[in-house]
Antibody, heavy 112, light 112 residues
Framework: QVQLKESGPVLVQASETLSLTCTVS????????VIWVRQPPGKGLEWMGI???????DYNSALKSRLSINRDTSKSQVFLKMNSLQTDDTAIYYC??????WGQGVMVTVSS | DVVLTQTPPTLSATIGQSVSISCRSS???????????LHWLLQRPGQSPQLLIY???RLESGVPNRFSGSGSGTDFTLKISGVEAEDLGVYYC?????????FGGGTKLELK
């Protein structure tokens, strides 16, 4: 069945780089896009970006200078990297397959 | 960026009551390809969001048919015909017509 699972560090220091992995199963990354969404504690959802099934990417303009999304189709993995982290980047980070399937999310805390 | 305004921010309902949530966009969400990329998600407490309705009115597989979506252009509505206890949580509309994709602020459905 379709599954997505986020993994990565739960604590990151301010000014450092966040690296998260979304490992998928039950579908091919060449057939579906994968979206990254984040949610600060107690707040709403924010779209971060997408890697399309053809490998092209689109990013939230507010994050574009700090964010990159890549993938390894042979490993069924999508990678998020965001640099120059600040405390307001503290959030649950989710990956989703075009909204219909979601990972459980990973809570990332940025410490000053 | 497209702003999605959801009303009301909080909704109190009794079991069996029918309720509606409005999502108004600052721009038309009709894409040049003829699709309208407006979707509805439910986030239950402590869980990842789940897709309820996609492309304005299409019911996601496995979602009860008491959920329905309607609208066009800039005005959209999610209706729940007979609230059940499992429907409690925060509802979000999200648009994928204009980059960056954006979410509404959310509507929290509570039991009265």
């Amino acid at each position: 069945q379709v599954q997505l699972k986020e993994s990565g560090p739960v604590l990151v220091q301010a000014s450092e780089t966040l690296s998260l992995t979304c490992t998928v199963s039950g579908f091919s990354l060449t057939n579906y896009g994968v979206i990254w969404v984040r949610q600060p504690p107690g707040k709403g959802l924010e779209w971060m970006g997408i890697i399309w099934r053809n490998g092209n990417t689109d990013y939230n303009s507010a994050l574009k200078s700090r964010l990159s999304i890549n993938r390894d189709t042979s490993k069924s993995q999508v990678f998020l990297k965001m640099n120059s982290l600040q405390t307001d980047d503290t959030a649950i980070y989710y990956c989703t397959r075009s909204w219909d399937y979601w990972g459980q999310g990973v809570m990332v805390t940025v410490s000053s | 960026d497209v702003v999605l305004t959801q009303t009301p921010p909080t909704l109190s309902a009794t079991i069996g009551q029918s309720v509606s949530i409005s999502c108004r966009s600052s721009q038309s969400l009709l894409h040049s390809n003829g699709n309208t990329y407006l979707h509805w998600l439910l986030q239950r407490p402590g869980q990842s969001p789940q897709l309820l309705i996609y492309l304005v009115s299409r019911l996601e597989s496995g979602v009860p048919n008491r959920f329905s979506g309607s609208g066009s252009g800039t005005d959209f509505t999610l209706k729940i015909s007979g609230v059940e206890a499992e429907d409690l949580g925060v509802y979000y509309c999200v648009q994928g017509t204009h980059a960056p994709w954006t979410f509404g602020g959310g509507t929290k459905l509570e039991l009265k």
